[in-house]
């Protein structure tokens, strides 16, 4: 019985050879019924008070298909902060090729609680944790991530750890691109905010740049896909408010035509 009627964010498809799939309207609603269904809490004022959780992705690896995927934790659990992949669709666990720790430089011990949770260890002094993952990425249904030398793409259920007892923290994101002259013309698509964080010489990003983006909370973080890479780009109205649409790959799509519809 609820409305659909806050702000749109893009589902993105790869396009091979012909325009097989547009972008539709996830509206932030639907945030609400995926909260009661998971049983996350539903976000609170004070979230945005909290101490950001900081994700940096990197596509690291082109030909190997894999990005590097690190989570920063400023405020670990002091008897040992648990990070998981979500479980709910399938199990994107099994796409993680290597997972270590590290804070002040050294390295931590990270236990395998099961299929999707780690544990890392107790910290001696209060300092951030860094959990670095690295994720094979060649699944290139909507669910998934995928990654070669002609685009990147990740839902973020399949890269982004969620910290245990941190969910309603807000989350930064750090998207880099891929090293080389091959890809200096990429750009980014996403319905992120950019941000800007005190003191964070990244700087937030322009819009379609690499850079630092933003959500409310975990939950919110993992309802926006990620592009990069070179695409088609149109925007449209609808019931006023503001779509876009991307394809990445070839295709022989009416853009103006497909807004009009």
Not at 72 to 90: E, H, K, N, S, Y
Request: aromatic content about 8%; glycine content about 8%; hydrophobic content about 40%.
């Amino acid at each position: 019985g609820e409305k659909c009627c806050a702000r749109a964010t893009p589902t993105l498809t790869k396009a091979s050879g012909r325009c097989e799939k547009a972008a539709v309207g996830q509206f932030s609603s639907l945030a609400d019924v995926s909260h009661r269904m998971r049983g996350i809490p539903h976000s609170d004022p004070q979230a945005m008070d909290r101490t950001p959780i900081l994700y940096t992705v990197l596509p690291a690896h082109p030909a190997a298909h894999r990005f590097e995927v690190r989570c920063t934790v400023d405020l670990p659990d002091p008897v040992g902060q648990r990070f998981a992949l979500p479980a709910w669709i399938r199990d994107f666990a099994r796409n993680i090729v290597s997972i270590r720790a590290e804070a002040g430089g050294k390295p931590v011990a990270l236990e395998k609680l099961d299929k999707h949770t780690w544990q890392a260890a107790a910290l001696k002094h209060p300092t951030a944790l860094t959990v670095v993952v690295e994720v094979y990425a060649w699944d290139l249904s909507v669910r998934g991530a995928h990654f070669d030398e002609t685009h990147a793409f990740f839902n973020g259920t399949s890269v982004f750890l969620r910290v245990i007892g941190q969910e309603e923290s807000p989350c930064h994101v750090d998207i880099q691109p891929p090293a080389g002259e091959r890809y200096k013309d990429w750009r980014v698509a996403t319905a992120m905010n950019p941000v800007q964080a005190a003191g964070d010489k990244r700087g937030n990003a322009r819009r379609h740049g690499f850079g630092l983006y933003g959500a409310e909370n975990y939950d919110e973080l993992i309802d926006h896909p990620v592009e990069m890479g070179r695409f088609s780009h149109a925007t449209f109205e609808a019931c006023g408010v503001p779509h876009e649409i991307v394809i990445t790959g070839r295709h022989d799509c009416d853009m103006s035509r497909l807004c009009r519809d």
